[in-house]
């Protein structure tokens, strides 16, 4: 989840779901976030931001 302000909270999966991180990049986002595979894609107002795993498998 993000917020205008550029923050983007972690949330667990679990029945009741419990923050486990908050970040915070300098852009605005307006958007909702993109999951591609393994990727997250964030449309900020700035930049295009992709997330992943540094050792995600890549999509063929």
């Known amino acids: 989840m993000s917020d205008l302000d550029g923050n983007t909270m972690v ?6 779901p419990r923050e486990l991180a908050l970040n915070h990049l300098n852009d605005v986002f307006a958007a909702s976030a993109a999951i591609v595979g393994h ?3 964030l449309r900020g107002e700035r930049f295009l931001y992709c997330i ?6 890549n999509p063929k």
């Open 11 to 16: 949330l667990s999966h679990e029945e009741k």
């Open 39 to 41: 990727e997250l894609f």
């Open 52 to 57: 992943s795993e540094e050792d995600a498998p």
